[in-house]
């Protein structure tokens, strides 16, 4: 009884230490990092589109509940079926899913698919993804047995898009998002 | 300046007198190496991972036809298009002959090596398709009219102000040296064209023999951008960019960006597997065009072979203390610094860049910092025994070395040598060593040598 307990402790454990060193890793490139339940999601996007100056968004398909409560976005136009790529660059955000998050590097992998425009997660000035515990994966060499190798494309991505081109100076968001927030539903 | 290898002493003595290039150099240079002591330092196994890179290299070298082979078949099976090209005429005809089929004006293209190396901008150009460089630093570089001085920071040897100038000329906006401001009309400028471009043309980091993926590594989005939009993409890369498996990727992650920008991982990772299927927003084409040019005759050495090990991270160039001195340019090649100083005679034939594996102080700092473990200085060796046999030395030189290898392996005469040499100083007749002593003063000799001092210590 008493080690079953602390199997389950273990476990918990180990789930807390891969959120925080994801954080963590996320956080140092730059990364916005938000813990969130699904009352309170709609809130916490709202807020960012309020600090943002978001009007128009685009919203990917989600095949769960999290669809409903986007369409109660506090913005001028949401866009969920894009008829052109011109389209997805007028949008001041994006809101996506992902499917993977790797811990030891604080990146977000985002598998190349049906409803899933590439050209969404680059675009716009800020990138919101929307995640669960579940996607969690600790490091690179896990992820490379965990997925199945008849994928169409895979985007990895760390943080903002950068360059430091012009004498070192970091600059955020050169062509791609120069924000980029996770918000994990927990 | 005529930037060409044989030119590179001119252009050596041009740099060096050259105050504000050394200054940009130096702050770029001296700003990575010291970021990159942190982000290597943290990781326990740096010298583990070094190891493991360069053996999965030199395994995949060791079996580059296999593996290529089964790149191609993997590949195409998942609807990709493999073209090999022998050399640079044979892979710019292939690439003209696509974006000519499919009627392409307007061509973006992200950072790559291999484009530079075989000219394909100004040769898509010359044939009526506009082609603009994505990469901010490569940028700067093509509406400089510039070549890049270093492979991943192109636009290093410029400053601020350089910058903002080259803007607001080429550009036609008003002057700004802010960084941020620079940026954002850089993106401006480009997100039209990537909107409106009919081809993408990247290069690969890796390409992965057991999924025929192709993978490419980024900061900016724009290779991301430029793999996307376009209807079709072309990815152009040479032969040795090829590994067996995608969990080899778990090492190379780990020491490319950390080597390459001092960075613990690059923001953006592209691994394309396959065209269109059922993404919304892809290319409908995908080809790849694997080069050779010169890279199989590295493969006939065993020696040499080791440069066909390198990821392109540039920690060579940036470690070296001639390139930090001359910069990229006075290579007059694509690829400068140490491993510049391999592969450009491989590329050209020894003949036209003889002066290259000359330009080291075979200090062997390159080998260390190498994420893959090449033994460049070893290379660069070899390649001067080469260039010796090619006649690159001259009699006076190579007597000198024999009387030189004579003396040093007898005790009597090297004794006398070293008397009389000193002898002929102390009368005043130095030796003519022009182009050592131009800009020194040739040291005065101790009055008494060693070995007389020893010998009187002891009586
Ligand atoms: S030789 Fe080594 S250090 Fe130099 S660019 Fe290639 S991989 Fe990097």
């Known amino acids: 009884?008493?080690?079953?307990?602390?199997?389950?402790?273990?476990?918990?454990?180990?789930?807390?230490?891969?959120?925080?060193?994801?954080?963590?890793?996320?956080?140092?490139?730059?990364?916005?990092?938000?813990?969130?339940?699904?009352?309170?999601?709609?809130?916490?996007?709202?807020?960012?589109?309020?600090?943002?100056?978001?009007?128009?968004?685009?919203?990917?398909?989600f095949e769960n509940e999290i669809d409903e409560v986007l369409k109660n976005l506090p913005v001028s136009q949401i866009i969920t079926q894009?008829?052109?790529?011109?389209?997805?660059?007028?949008?001041?955000?994006?809101?996506?899913g992902c499917d993977f998050l790797i811990a030891e590097t604080g990146t977000i992998v985002f598998t190349h698919k049906e409803n899933r425009f590439k050209s969404s997660l680059l675009l716009p000035r800020i990138h919101i993804v929307i995640a669960d515990t579940k996607k969690f994966c600790p490091t690179f060499e896990e992820f490379f047995t965990k997925i199945d190798k008849n994928f169409d494309s895979i985007f990895m991505v760390t943080g903002p898009s950068r360059t430091a081109d012009i004498e070192k100076v970091i600059v955020l968001g050169v062509h791609g998002p120069q924000k980029i927030y996770l918000l994990l539903i927990s | 300046m005529n930037y060409i290898p044989s030119k590179f002493r001119n252009n050596a003595v041009k740099a060096l007198l050259n105050v504000n290039l050394r200054k940009n150099l130096t702050r770029a240079i001296s700003h990575t190496l010291s970021k990159r002591v942190e982000v290597v330092s943290e990781l326990p196994d740096w010298e583990n991972l070094r190891q493991k890179a360069?053996?999965?290299k030199k395994h995949t070298i060791e079996n580059l036809?296999?593996?290529l082979d089964l790149f191609e078949e993997r590949a195409t099976k998942n609807g990709v298009k493999i073209f090999r090209a022998k050399d640079s005429i044979e892979a710019k005809n292939y690439v003209l002959q696509i974006a000519r089929k499919i009627n392409a004006r307007l061509c973006v293209k992200s950072k790559s090596m291999v484009t530079e190396e075989i000219g394909l901008r100004e040769f898509l150009e010359e044939n009526g398709i506009e082609t603009v460089e994505t990469d901010l630093g490569e940028f700067i570089v093509q509406l400089a009219g510039e070549m890049p001085s270093h492979i991943t920071a192109p636009a290093m040897h410029k400053s601020r102000d350089e910058i903002g100038k080259l803007f607001s000329e080429k550009l036609g906006v008003k002057f700004t040296n802010e960084p941020e401001k620079l940026t954002n009309i850089a993106r401006e400028f480009l997100r039209h064209k990537f909107l409106n471009a009919d081809l993408g043309i990247s290069g690969a980091n890796f390409l992965i023999a057991e999924t025929g993926s192709i993978v490419i590594v980024e900061n900016e989005g724009n290779a991301g951008l430029s793999t996307t939009i376009p209807k079709v993409h072309i990815a152009i890369t040479g032969i040795e960019k090829v590994i067996?498996?995608?969990?080899?990727?778990?090492?190379?992650?780990?020491?490319?960006?950390?080597?390459?920008?001092?960075?613990?991982?690059?923001?953006?990772?592209?691994?394309?597997?396959?065209?269109?299927?059922?993404?919304?927003?892809?290319?409908?084409?995908?080809?790849?065009?694997?080069?050779?040019?010169?890279?199989?005759?590295?493969?006939?050495?065993?020696?040499?072979?080791?440069?066909?090990?390198?990821?392109?991270?540039?920690?060579?160039?940036?470690?070296?203390?001639?390139?930090?001195?001359?910069?990229?340019?006075t290579y007059g090649s694509i690829?400068?610094?140490?491993?510049?100083?391999?592969?450009?005679?491989?590329?050209?034939?020894?003949?036209?860049?003889?002066l290259l594996p000359f330009a080291s102080s075979l200090c062997g700092k390159c080998f260390e910092i190498c994420p893959v473990k090449i033994e460049i200085h070893h290379l660069l060796l070899q390649l001067r025994a080469q260039a010796v046999d090619l006649g690159f030395a001259s009699w006076l030189e190579k007597l000198i070395f024999k009387l030189w290898f004579i003396v040093m392996r007898n005790y009597k005469l090297y004794t006398s040598a070293s008397k009389f040499l000193r002898y002929l100083l102390k009368l005043g007749i130095k030796p003519k060593v022009k182009s050592w002593s131009k800009e020194r003063i040739f040291p005065e000799l101790a009055p008494k040598s060693f070995k007389e001092i020893w010998r009187n210590q002891k009586t």
């Open chain 2, 244 to 329: 067996p498996r995608l969990s080899d990727l778990t090492v190379f992650f780990k020491i490319l960006g950390r080597s390459a920008t001092a960075q613990r991982f690059t923001s953006y990772v592209s691994i394309i597997n396959s065209p269109k299927k059922n993404k919304p927003d892809s290319p409908e084409e995908i080809y790849v065009i694997l080069l050779d040019n010169g890279r199989t005759n590295l493969l006939k050495s065993e020696r040499l072979k080791q440069a066909l090990y390198c990821i392109k991270c540039g920690a060579c160039m940036l470690t070296c203390p001639v390139y930090q001195r001359v910069g990229g340019h």
């Open chain 2, 335 to 354: 690829y400068p610094g140490p491993i510049g100083s391999v592969l450009t005679p491989a590329q050209l034939g020894l003949r036209d860049a003889l």
């Open chain 1, 1 to 61: 009884m008493k080690s079953n307990i602390a199997k389950i402790k273990s476990k918990y454990n180990a789930g807390m230490e891969l959120i925080e060193k994801f954080k963590f890793e996320f956080e140092r490139v730059g990364g916005v990092f938000i813990k969130t339940s699904h009352k309170k999601v709609l809130d916490d996007i709202s807020n960012i589109i309020t600090i943002e100056n978001v009007n128009q968004i685009f919203v990917e398909k």
């Open chain 2, 54 to 56: 360069h053996e999965i």
């Open chain 1, 82 to 96: 894009p008829h052109s790529v011109e389209q997805l660059a007028s949008v001041d955000a994006s809101i996506t």
């Open chain 2, 65 to 67: 036809a296999y593996y």
